[in-house]
Structure formats: C-alpha cells, structure tokens
C-alpha cells in the first residue's frame, strides 16, 4: 500500500504543520490529519487528556477543529510544502455533513491521498449511537461519500462492538477501499477526592500501549475475513516488533498515535526498528510480513 508503512494516527499531529519542526512529516509513509467537519467545532471543556493506567492514555478532545474549508486555506498548503502525503480524517453529526466535507475537499483533490471517515462520532439521526456500531448508518454514510468523490475512502472502525467482521464487510459492501482498525475504546477516570471525572467531558478515548492486543485481534479478525483488504492497523504501537505484530496480523500499513505524544518522532524511531528488526529476519520487503500471522 505504502512504500513506508508507518502512519501518524489521526489526532496526532493535529490539524496541520504545526509539527514539523519536532518530527518531518515527509518521511513518515502518510500523516492523517486529525478528524474535520465541514464547520468549525470547538470541542469539550478542558481537562481533554490525561494519563491512565499502564501508560494508557484518556482523552475527551472532542473532536475540536477549525472545519474543512479553513484547514484547506491555512493547513493544506504547508503540509503539502513539507511532503507529506495526506490522509485526510472527516467526521460529522449526520451522513450530510460527511458528504459536504467530502465535497470540500474535491478542489485540493490532487493533494489528498485518501479520505478517512471516522465513524466514531455521534449520529445525531440516530438516537447518538456512534456510525460505527450500527450497520445500516455505516454503510449509508460509505455510500453517500463515495457518490460524492471518487477519493479513496478507509472507514476507520471502533472495536466496541459485538462483531468487527460483520461492521467491516458492511464497510467494504458500501465501497469503502479499506479500513483503518481501531479509533480509542471507551474508558472513565475518576478523581476519588471530588467524586468526579477527571475528564472535563466525563469519558473519553482510552488509548495506548494496553489497547495493542484489542487493535490485533480486530485486524487479523477481519483480515482473515477479508483477506487482501488495505488496512491501517492502529493501536498501541510503540515499538518496530508491535509495527510488525500489526502488519503479521494483517495490516497493511500501521498508525502511532499515542506513543507520538510522549515522543514527537516516535513514528520514525518505530519505522527505523522495523527497518532493523525485517534485516535481521532477513525480510526484504513489509508486505512479506502482512498477514503471515499463523494462527492455530
Ligand atoms: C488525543 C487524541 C486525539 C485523537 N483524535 C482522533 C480524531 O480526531 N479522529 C480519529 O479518528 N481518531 C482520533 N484519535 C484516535 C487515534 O487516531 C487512534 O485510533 C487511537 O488513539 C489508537 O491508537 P494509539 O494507541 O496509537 O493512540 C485520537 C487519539 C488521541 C490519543
């Protein structure tokens, strides 16, 4: 899929090039840009993030951005100024706003290598159950994008749900040409001394090393459902052998989310051990690794 597998997650590097100078985006194999919506979105009150247990991380952002036409006029440029190749993350309260940010993006076209639709959001037509969870509003959501552009489209999956499988073939039935495995699960801090959630938003996004073994179960799963599909496995990568676990596991490429935040070149100390971890095994190519996980 990628000449270089590794990927900054969605969330990472925010919304633009405001990163470059800690880490060059041109050397990663695409940067997704954290998740727009055709409006600008402020978010949830502080606190957004904060550390959990066993070097998780919860974070309740809420999705705060300054909508797609903005990011195209002032984000867009320098990105594609430093080289990176760009993966574009869209969210919406309803399946019209997915299309309208879709459509937004058609005359910058030429500089984004994919959409990447995060159905882990709020579907305000549907009693506010994420997209992700219900097989009727994903696949709606999937064809009315890929009416709208002809971009190429990765649904990126929430794991809480009771069958990954049966959402990711919905996904691919509806067009989509991958699948980005997994958004954050659901998790809860509590501040003993208030009685209240550390969180200024109450839950948040659980995320990190602890959450690598949830991300490789939903990829080989649906991989081996699936076989041959384009997927970014994402989740608690920290290390080249976790990148390789996640390509063995069925991966294409992989996403760093977490681990960036406590190392902004994180995702290349990863790549660079990978690197070395394929020539000891004397490994030519990644894509040797995709899928080679045997299971019993
Ligand atoms: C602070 C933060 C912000 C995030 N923002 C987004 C987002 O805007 N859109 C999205 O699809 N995922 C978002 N994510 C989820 C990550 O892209 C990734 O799927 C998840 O964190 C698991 O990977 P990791 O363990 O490497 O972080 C965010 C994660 C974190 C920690």
């Known amino acids: 899929m990628l000449a270089n597998p590794i990927v900054a997650a969605s969330g990472t590097f925010g919304h633009g090039a405001e990163f470059s100078r800690l880490c060059p985006l041109n050397e990663l194999g695409a940067v997704t840009v954290k998740s727009l919506a055709p409006f600008e979105w402020q978010g949830n009150a502080p606190l957004r993030t904060t550390e959990a247990p066993g070097g998780a991380m919860l ?14 006029r002032d984000d867009l440029p320098q990105l594609h ?14 399946i019209d706003d997915y299309v309208q940010g879709a459509k937004l993006l058609d005359e910058v076209r030429a500089q984004v290598a994919a959409i990447e639709l995060n159905l882990s959001c709020p579907n305000l037509d549907g009693g506010r159950h994420m997209f992700a969870v ?21 649904a990126k999956l929430t794991a809480v749900v009771t069958d990954i499988v049966q959402i990711a073939g919905v996904a691919l039935d509806a067009g989509a040409t991958g699948l980005t495995l997994i958004n954050t699960l659901l998790g809860l801090m509590i501040d003993p001394a208030t009685r209240k959630p550390v969180l200024g ?10 959450i690598k073994p949830v991300a490789l179960r939903a990829v080989a799963e649906v991989a081996r459902a699936f076989p041959g599909t384009p997927i970014i496995g994402t989740g608690g990568v920290n290390t080249g052998i976790d990148a390789a676990e996640m390509l063995m596991a069925g ?17 290349l100390r990863i790549r660079d051990e990978l ?22």
Request: overall charge positive.
């Open 251 to 267: 991966a294409s490429a992989v996403g760093v989310g977490t681990a960036t935040f406590a190392e902004p070149r994180a995702s």
């Open 275 to 296: 690197v070395r971890w394929c020539r000891r095994n004397r490994i030519a190519t990644t894509a040797e690794l995709t899928g080679s996980l045997q299971m019993p």
């Open 81 to 94: 100024a430093y080289g990176a190749t760009v993966i574009v993350s869209l969210w919406g309260r309803t």
């Open 201 to 210: 938003a109450g839950g948040g996004g659980l995320s990190g090393t602890p």
């Open 59 to 72: 974070n309740s952002v809420g999705l705060a951005g300054p909508g797609v036409e903005a990011w195209i």
């Open 134 to 154: 219900d097989s009727g509003a994903t696949s709606a959501v999937i064809k009315a994008v890929k009416d709208s552009t002809d971009v190429p489209l990765f």
